[in-house]
């Protein structure tokens, strides 16, 4: 099948207009890709980029709650099209991960913050804020200390990673960190205070660990030696505290400063 060319004069101020090249399958335009059609009338976000996914054969996926959009567009290259979707939706961002795949999110929005946390509930507690699985080679009973804003929670974990000494391995939504573990600290047994260890925030999600358990809000508390504080529950998460209530009496732990 032979070429269409379209002869124009070009536009007074304007480029010179480039014409579609029919390939057969689908229409292409130079650097543009394949030309789709959007017609989003209050549509969720999510069937809006599955239609230009149809309609390219391309990976992209979307994750979480974006919302709904109104908007029209006729045969327009398809990458130009998904920038427009993402920059019409307020707090999305498009990103581009190790295997090609393009993913349409909301920009992260947390605060994560750990002061002496142990490492492995730590790495699971942004494994859940990330909705992947994690699988931890690791044994030891190594502490993290760090402070982030705004940040992937996959990225978490790879800079978590990174402080231990460890890599980060991932196929699809399965996380594996691995590396050689330091030398085991000796966790304190016998009574003790409980002790706030890290807080994470991420949209309604917040959870805390305490004394090496990760909690949410609800969730009921146990001491070091494991045995459960009758009546003792975790009511509030912030980014530097917690509120733990028993018979209507509040207790606030803070979390030592980094």
Known sequence: MGDIVLCSAEPRGGRPLVAPR?????????????????????????????????????????RGELGRLDLDLRRVPWRAALDVVVSSVAGAELIEEDDGALVV?????NRLRASGAPAREWLQLLASLAEVDVVLAPAGDEEVTLDLNDTDPLRAIEVTAQALGWRVERRGDLVRVVGESRASRARPSGGGALRLQATVLGGERRRAIISGRSYAPGDVIVDPEDRLIEGLRLEAVRFDSVTLRRDGVAEVLELPPG
């Open 22 to 62: 029919w390939t057969g399958d689908a229409l292409t335009t130079p650097g543009g890709g394949g030309l789709v059609d959007v017609a989003a009338a209050h549509t969720p976000v999510r069937e809006v980029v599955a239609s230009i996914a149809r309609q390219t054969g391309q990976r992209i996926d979307v």
């Open 105 to 109: 999110r909301a920009r992260p929005d």
